[in-house]
């Protein structure tokens, strides 16, 4: 069940759509001018929803003047170029149609009504199996291709800034003896908790899927334990065809975690009112909501819309554009649910439009989601439960009900569930009754609403806002070339050493020693006093 | 010897005197403008040094619109009124004397040459009890003082900002139900890292007063990891006679673990400039150099000095306040030394001034330290190497020659001589040539200077200056009545929980059950067949 969630999780990390992106018009609104010192920054971004922040910061750090090369593939879903940065693209051996037909595929296996855990899992890990070799195909593609790599190396980056969850951008830098910039929600099975050095006691910081809360029962633990025992064993397995290309490509023998260890800041997208208190290094910065930062004025016609909803306010509702071709069954449900209740509804759908769409439902191809759960007529969010939309509930103070699909959704709902600001429906078996109740539930049980109301104002309430702050930490890695300062020293100690198990048996060993001498001392010396004692009997 | 250093920390911890204050006016100086929301704020702040980045927060608060109360004892150091605060002072038992003369006889202990470690243990212990005896009769005259606690107690503080090292404001704030935040450089034998439940493996974080670095050897990790088990019975020894006064104060049984646990935010005076690199958890927030970040200008008198001194510039020498009565033969030996130099020198000396003080040499019983050091003429800064006084040689760039003499000085300045920006030499066998090689070395030797440039640069280089980042920080908690968010689920368990020892044991004993279930099986089936065997060939 585990492998099989780590699966899901990696689709959900290459799948995983649009939700909103901070376009380069909004860009241009912000305050801040240039940077009064300039350098070079190499970014090489991860496709679908990875893109978002990254785009942000590129564009952002164009603006203040730096020169901003994105390296991406020539076909990707997302990845494309912007307004501030320079776009290289370099040829992959696949074609835009083995990613429609990945996504298709994907799309079935998700929205299909209850199949058999054995069948749900071999077509889950068909896909995957795609998926990553596209990646690492990408990835050699690139490594291949050494009129690129020689232009990238003739740039002298000050540093590259890159999603790891996708490695390439990180082996890219360390080849290029860069300093690195991360930016990621996470990786699989905890490789990224290695690479920084970072505690991650499994006593109370859960482990992805295991659907844990940091407050565990016994046997919650003694899963939680198994799975993070588990971990380098799946981490092995997901990362070893990277093994070759990495061995290809450096002429030498690095494993990923040493190479993810030259990293010199991780900017991490989540902060503590999604994830759990845990703890940090110091060359970690959370950045969660960076893509809820900025709004936009909504157009005329849809103002109007969420305008007429009156008293009763707008319901959100977009599961990606994964599910723009939702079986009509599965899409009947949702009509049904929204014709029952008094609220508007904007959907993102794009899929077939049936004959009888109830007149409060407006369907729209793209949806300004951010824009539309900043207005004040937002009611509730129906969301599939990704990062970024999740954040965007939490930025604008809008409880949610959420149906996770795949990869970190089921985290992140159970998360905004035990905050009490949210409700968890199964896409598989919803009923329009279980929809209507739940959105009744957190539209009219105030308590929802109070909570994130609560959870808005301390996200919202921060010195740095997560834009700034990532582009900040990009900054000084250019300028000071890396963050050496930041680097713990237990990076030059082993497993054995960092958990001081050399000195323990050492000390253990000394305990043994001494207790033995000791024993054996007072042995001789009673058998001598025996003898002694003896002797003089006889004598 | 371990005792022995803690007790000296203690020492420190109380005694460590003046070495630069940001006063009422640099604040009035500060752009930022009034708070859009003022609350109410209480500061129980601790005497000696630890009052600089406490005061200069209660200053910043009170500015910004926030009723600020400061209590403090009628007999103190430093403790004192401030223009942007109130201040509600209580009696104690003790005079003014007995701080004279535990002062006195603590300079005595220190500067004095080459005592036995017996004797030199005997004077520290006894001071130390004298020292921790006046701090609980401290939190028992407040705790006593039922009108003073009955005002705290109407006042409906939305803070407490406190000292921890000094627990009376942590105790106050649990008894008081307020929301506390602490400001402190660090807490003997580790009691911070448990009440934070911060992870703090002994493998790579050196332990106070061990003199190690991160990269140890396994001898000195050896000595690190002992020390790191012995530090809860230190806590227990240092901190058993609060148990008594915290018993009578809050009429139940709550450990001083169990009181600081509740702090909220933990503002901790360094950041890894000063400290090697270790975890943290979400709710400490780095505020080192908190005193160092704004200038004044210097006296017309003073300015001049410094300007005369040409190309060769200026060494700045201050041990605190606490040598001012240096011993004569103990102060011929820099008088020697400085008149060696072609730099001028500004002592902080207060004591007999010798009739021939070298012409280069101008003695000022209170020195612009920071103001000194921001001077471009800065050439060398003798220290004690106090928190402050490290961190205002680290703003402004300037190498270091570094006498410490208790407390965490030892362990400051070995940092600082790790990272090749500063020579330490011992203030009881220092002579004239010790000394001029050591300021010659750090003057003449570029490359000290070099890596105090780049080490300034990286600590100056932050998204959010430190004094800021406290008031901000400070106001958070009052804004949203703590920061629960940031409260890590490591304190509902127990130490075996924590680090899943009772999970290993059950998953042990399953394999034990296992192996020994299969064993058995084996046997009886080997025993079967043997049986059958034999009854064959009986047959």
């Given amino acids: 069940l585990t492998i099989n969630r780590y699966k899901k999780m990696h689709l959900g990390i290459i799948l995983c759509l649009v939700i909103s992106e901070v376009s380069s018009a909004v860009l241009d609104q912000r305050p801040s001018g240039k940077s009064s010192w300039t350098g070079k920054l190499l970014v090489v971004p991860m496709d679908g929803s990875h893109w978002t922040g990254v785009k942000a910061v590129a564009e952002e750090m164009g603006r203040r003047g730096h020169t901003v090369i994105v390296v991406i593939p020539e076909i990707s879903m997302r990845l494309g170029p912007g307004k501030h940065y320079i776009t290289k693209t370099f040829p992959v051996n696949y074609e835009l149609d083995l990613l429609n037909e990945i996504l298709t595929e994907h799309v079935r296996v998700?929205?299909?009504?209850?199949?058999?855990?054995?069948?749900?899992?071999?077509?889950t890990a068909a896909i995957f199996i795609k998926i990553f070799n596209m990646m690492v195909s990408t990835s050699e593609s690139l490594f291949k291709n050494q009129e690129l790599i020689g232009f990238l190396r003739e740039q002298n980056f000050d540093a590259v800034l890159t999603d790891p969850a996708l490695p390439m951008g990180a082996i890219l830098a360390y080849n290029l003896s860069v300093p690195a910039v991360y930016m990621l929600r996470g990786m699989p099975c905890g490789i990224d908790a290695a690479a920084t050095a970072c505690p991650d006691p499994p006593s109370y910081i859960p482990r992805f899927h295991t659907q844990n809360s940091d407050r565990m029962t016994f046997s919650q633990r003694v899963l939680n334990f198994f799975v993070s025992i588990l971990e380098p064993l799946i981490c092995k397995f997901v990362y070893w065809p990277y093994e070759e290309v990495t061995f290809n490509f450096l002429q030498r023998d690095v494993s990923l975690t040493e190479i993810l260890k030259t990293g010199a800041i991780w900017l991490m997208r989540y902060d503590f009112n999604l994830e759990f208190p845990k703890p940090l290094m110091p060359n970690m910065q959370l950045i969660g909501g960076i893509n809820c930062e900025i709004g936009n004025p909504l157009t005329k016609e849809v103002e109007e819309f969420v305008k007429g909803s009156g008293e009763h306010g707008i319901v959100v509702f977009s599961l990606g554009s994964l599910v723009s071709s939702m079986p009509k069954e599965k899409a009947a449900i949702f009509f049904k649910a929204f014709s029952m209740i008094p609220q508007r509804v904007l959907w993102r759908y794009t899929g077939?439009?049936?004959?009888?769409?109830?007149?409060?439902?407006?369907?729209?191809?793209?949806?300004?989601?951010?824009?539309?759960?900043?207005?004040?007529?937002?009611?509730?969010?129906?969301?599939?439960?990704?990062?970024?939309?999740?954040?965007?509930?939490?930025?604008?103070?809008?409880?949610?009900?959420?149906?996770p699909l795949f990869g970190d959704q089921g985290d992140n709902v159970h998360r905004m569930a035990t905050r009490g600001v949210g409700v968890v429906l199964s896409i598989h078996d919803i009923t329009?009754?279980?929809?209507?109740?739940?959105?009744?539930?957190?539209?009219?049980?105030?308590?929802?609403?109070?909570?994130m109301e609560k959870l808005s104002a301390i996200h919202n309430d921060r010195p740095v806002q997560p834009l700034d702050l990532a582009v900040y930490w990009t900054e000084f890695v250019m300028r000071h070339k890396g963050a050496d300062h930041l680097r713990p020293a237990a990076h030059e100690l082993n497993w054995l050493q960092y958990h001081s198990l050399d000195v323990i048996g050492f000390l253990l060993f000394i305990v043994l020693i001494v207790t033995i001498a000791t024993f054996k001392c007072c042995a001789l010396c009673w058998s001598r006093c025996c003898r002694k004692s003896q002797k003089r009997k006889e004598d």
Same sequence: chains 1, 2.
């Fill in 110 to 123: 998700v929205t299909s009504p209850g199949q058999s855990l054995l069948k749900s899992m071999t077509s």
């Fill in 432 to 451: 329009a009754e279980t929809l209507v109740d739940a959105l009744n539930t957190v539209i009219n049980d105030g308590s929802y609403k109070q909570r």
């Fill in 352 to 403: 077939e439009i049936p004959d009888n769409v109830p007149e409060n439902v407006k369907l729209m191809k793209w949806l300004p989601q951010n824009d539309l759960l900043g207005h004040s007529k937002a009611k509730a969010f129906i969301t599939h439960g990704g990062t970024h939309g999740i954040y965007e509930g939490i930025c604008h103070g809008v409880p949610m009900v959420m149906l």
